[in-house]
């Protein structure tokens, strides 16, 4: 069943805010990058994949239900980073700020039951995001910037991007 056009706003929103979380995951991938740091970079990069198919699924959604799905405006990733620590930093925040607008669509979608299952598995999903690259957040901590850690780090991070 359709859903309401002041909802289907809301959920366009969410659709351009994991664009957006898509772009501050690819830009952090880059900062990687220019550090030699490929593993760490690689990892990235395959969140920033993650988050347009997280995209799509919203599209899909709102499609299935004869809404009209809309991207809307998304900014520049503003990412200002100096170390890998910061890096995950800006990514676990941008991560807990996705997992808010989640709340946000879950409450004003409470009536909707078609959209349930669909938000309750983003919720499931953002559980796990954070606790990821919260554990990574703690690991830089206790690699306090070592060079050797980093690269161990650096290795680990590749391979579970690559599947390897
Ligand atoms: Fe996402």
Redesign the pocket.
């Known amino acids: 069943m359709k859903m309401s056009e002041s909802l289907e706003e809301k959920f366009n929103d969410q659709i351009t805010?994991?664009f957006e979380?898509s772009l501050v995951y690819r830009q952090l991938a880059v900062e990687m990058e220019i550090r030699d740091l490929p593993g760490i970079a690689n990892w990235l990069r395959t969140q920033a994949d993650?988050?347009i198919v997280?995209?799509n699924k919203w599209i899909d959604h709102l499609s299935d239900r004869n809404n009209h799905p809309r991207i809307g405006a998304v900014p520049a990733p503003k990412v200002d980073v100096e170390s890998v620590l910061d890096t995950f930093e800006v990514a676990l925040k941008h991560e807990e700020r996705?997992s808010e607008a989640i709340r946000e669509l879950y409450r004003a979608a409470i009536d909707d039951i078609d959209s349930k299952q669909l938000i309750q598995w983003?919720s499931n999903?953002?559980v796990e995001?954070e606790a990821t690259v919260s554990e990574i957040v703690g690991r830089l901590k206790l690699i306090d910037n070592d060079g050797p850690g980093l690269l161990r780090l650096d290795s680990e991070l590749g391979a579970r991007a690559t599947g390897a």
Request: glycine fraction near 0%; proline fraction near 0%.
């Open positions: 805010l994991e979380a993650e988050e997280h995209a996705v983003f999903e953002q995001e």
